[in-house]
């Protein structure tokens, strides 16, 4: 039986039964699920990382989405609060549209 030893979303039990098969899970603790939350977060960005079409890319950035939910209710706050966060950075600094690669700043 392989051994995945990760974070899943919460309806895999329940497909991995419908086809039949064993499995074992346990709940986290709140510290073991803030640090697979992260541990999650890096593989679903490195899967978007290595996306061959945009149909993947969404897929995966859907996925990254999903963890920043789970992660900003985690920390007392709604997915809500983040985008206000965001808006209140992009006004202040500015977003990315621009695509400005910074080269050297003179001191």
Request: no cysteine.
């Amino acid at each position: 039986m392989p051994t995945y030893n990760k974070l899943v979303r919460d309806r895999i039990p329940e497909i991995i039964e419908r086809s039949g098969k064993k499995y074992t899970t346990r709940v986290l603790d709140q510290t073991e699920y803030i640090k697979e939350l992260k541990k999650k977060s890096f593989e679903e960005l490195e899967e978007y990382t290595n996306a061959e079409n945009d149909e993947e890319a969404l897929e995966e950035l859907a996925d990254l989405l999903e963890i920043i939910h789970a992660l900003a209710e985690n920390h007392g706050a709604s997915i809500e609060k983040v985008e206000e966060l965001r808006k209140y950075k992009a006004d202040k600094r500015g977003g990315f549209k621009e695509k400005i690669f910074l080269i050297e700043v003179e001191h």
